[in-house]
C-alpha cells in the first residue's frame, strides 16, 4: 500500500517549479505515494501559484491545478479539529492529513518540521522524505 502524504505548499510549488523538492513531484507523479488534499489546500496552492514573482501565465496555472486536483486524493475539512499548529495556517495541512489518513505531511516550513510528528503522522523535509520512500 502506497503511503499517503499532504504536500505543504511550499514544497509543492518548489517541486512544481523546478527547485528543491522537485524529487518529491516525481516521485508522487511515479506513483511512489499518494497525494492527499483538501478544497483549503487546493485554494492555498492555487493563490501561491498566481504570485507575481514566479511569472506564471493563468494557462499555465490552471494546467498544474488541473493536474494536482485530478490526481489527488480529496478530503472533507471539517475545520473543527482542534490542531496544535504554532502558524494557524498550517493547521489546514495537519487536519487533512488526519482526514486522510495520512502518513506524512512533508514541509520545508519550520513550525511544523518543529513538531516532528502529529497524532502518529510524520512530519519530515522533503530530503527526509525521500530518504524514508
Known amino acids: 500500500m502506497r503511503p499517503r502524504v499532504v504536500l505543504d505548499t511550499n514544497v509543492l510549488v518548489s517541486g512544481l517549479l523546478g527547485g528543491t523538492a522537485t524529487d518529491v513531484i516525481r516521485r508522487w507523479r511515479a506513483g511512489a505515494f499518494d497525494l492527499v488534499i483538501s478544497q483549503e489546500i487546493a485554494a492555498e496552492y492555487e493563490e501561491v501559484l498566481k504570485r507575481p514573482k514566479f511569472g506564471l501565465?493563468?494557462?499555465?496555472?490552471?494546467?498544474?491545478?488541473?493536474?494536482?486536483?485530478?490526481?489527488?486524493?480529496?478530503?472533507?475539512?471539517?475545520?473543527?479539529?482542534?490542531v496544535g499548529a504554532r502558524d494557524l495556517s498550517d493547521n489546514r495541512f495537519l487536519e487533512a492529513a488526519i482526514q486522510g489518513k495520512a502518513d506524512w505531511i512533508v514541509s520545508g516550513d519550520n513550525d511544523l518540521l518543529d513538531l516532528g510528528e502529529f497524532e502518529g503522522i510524520g512530519i519530515a523535509s522533503p530530503r527526509e522524505f525521500l530518504s524514508l520512500l
Open 57 to 82: 501565465s493563468d494557462w499555465v496555472i490552471q494546467e498544474l491545478l488541473d493536474y494536482v486536483r485530478s490526481k489527488a486524493q480529496w478530503v472533507e475539512s471539517r475545520g473543527d479539529i482542534e
